[in-house]
């Protein structure tokens, strides 16, 4: 069983940044494309970013690429997502999400999940 738990989210002010991390158990981490999405109020969950299990390839939704970054550290069973620039719009919980196979945008594809982790951006 793999488990998920988001930490680093609160609030911040337009502009400014958030670290996202995901603690995830299991020996198994290195071999899940991991992923990470949000769910803002009265709207559709959304992908955010994604990572392949080297790291050797990320992938970002239009509206945070330049400005946010995904990474893990295999040795660690750690998954960040370093927000910069934050702006109003991305006030929403955010979710940490694991897959078996190949890195994926589709949130219905992701076996495992986390909490998820509240970011809140005031104007």
């Known amino acids: 069983q793999v488990q998920l738990v988001e930490s680093g989210g609160g609030l911040v002010q337009a502009g400014g940044s958030l670290r996202l991390s995901c603690a995830v158990s299991?020996?198994?981490?290195?071999?899940?494309?991991m992923g990470w999405f949000r769910q803002a109020p009265g709207k559709e969950r959304e992908f955010v970013a994604a990572?392949?299990?080297?790291?050797?390839?990320?992938y970002y939704t239009d509206s945070v690429k330049g400005r946010f970054t995904i990474s893990r550290d295999n040795a660690k069973n750690l998954v960040y997502l370093q927000m910069n620039s934050l702006k109003p719009e991305d006030t929403a919980h955010y979710y940490c999400?694991?897959?078996?196979?190949?890195?994926?945008?589709?949130?219905?594809?992701?076996?495992?999940w986390g909490q998820g982790t509240q970011v809140t951006v005031s104007s």
């Open positions: 999400a694991a897959r078996r196979t190949a890195v994926a945008a589709q949130d219905s594809t992701y076996d495992y």
């Open positions: 990572i392949s299990w080297s790291g050797g390839s990320t």
């Open positions: 299991g020996r198994t981490f290195s071999r899940y494309a």
